[in-house]
């Protein structure tokens, strides 16, 4: 109404100072202690999302902050950052099709239930899984140590065989040196129950573990890792693979610069596999 009397005026009629009422302009046109508070939080926010390839969700970037000395809560976090549309990577259904057990090799009985892990290489677990490549298939085999679900070993190939697990263990030997009594569990894969990787688990000393037929749930945290890989690789924004090559230098970039070494877990108390393994050594 300042356009028809005078701001004198008004405020006398609606009883109220002209300082006062100065007082309240100049406070609206400047932010006030929270607001400004929100804004570094959000600012902190986009600057976890984008380092964590824009996978974190509240969880995680609420763990973050806390790991800086800066405690808020989920409501907030949730609420900051759905103004700013960011959001964690959400999970596909993730579906099992590589493992093939219709085979008349010997199958090793399953050593997991009852088991507590309280070291590094103690347990292994391992899998194969696939991604697309152009019109292909790219087969990946790894495996996770189940004390730090750091993974230890794996590779990649076109074809899914005997050389393709082996390659894999290859490599976790090498950097591990896992003594004796180490338990290897995997599934009935024919891949697994090979006459070579028998025979090279039991050089190694190491006792042989197997999931239960066509029960998934056996390798679960296995499995786990498999659905996250997917969800935080190959669904982001316009991923595509266009060789094999660029596959497996997407999956080095994810197994052992981010998955190993920074991504946040929650079953380890949202810390990452090399950073557990150094905290708890």
């Known amino acids: 109404m300042k356009a028809d009397h005078s701001i004198k005026a008004l405020c006398q009629a609606f009883e109220v100072g002209p300082s006062g009422y100065y007082d309240w302009r100049r406070r609206q046109a400047q932010p006030g202690p929270r607001a400004r508070q929100d804004e570094q939080l959000a600012e902190q926010i986009r600057r976890i999302h984008s380092e964590s390839r824009c996978t974190y969700g509240s969880p995680r970037i609420q763990a973050v902050l806390r790991a800086w000395g800066s405690r808020h809560g989920r409501n907030r976090l949730n609420r900051l950052m759905r103004q700013q549309q960011i ?151 316009g991923r595509c693979f266009n060789s094999a090559q660029e596959a497996r230098a997407a999956l080095f970039d994810y197994i052992e610069v981010f998955y190993n070494r920074r991504r946040l877990h929650s079953s380890l108390g949202y810390q990452a596999p090399a950073q557990f393994e150094l905290s708890n050594n």
Request: aromatic letters at 10%; proline letters at 5%.
């Open 87 to 237: 959001c964690g990577r959400q999970r596909r259904r993730y579906r099992v099709g590589t493992t093939d057990s219709n085979h008349d090799r010997p199958i090793a009985p399953n050593r997991l239930p009852g088991l507590k892990v309280s070291r590094p290489n103690e347990v292994w677990v391992a899998d194969i899984t696939y991604i697309p490549v152009n019109d292909e298939w790219l087969y990946v085999a790894a495996i996770l140590d189940l004390y730090s679900r750091r993974i230890v070993g794996w590779a990649a190939n076109s074809r899914i065989d005997t050389d393709l697990v082996m390659s894999a263990w290859s490599m976790a030997v090498r950097h591990r040196q896992p003594a004796a009594g180490l338990v290897f569990h995997s599934d009935r894969g024919v891949q697994y129950a090979s006459l070579q990787y028998r025979q090279m688990l039991d050089v190694a000393g190491v006792i042989a573990s197997m999931s239960r037929k066509a029960n998934c749930y056996d390798n679960a945290v296995m499995e786990a890792f498999w659905s996250t890989l997917k969800t935080e690789v190959l669904y982001g924004p």
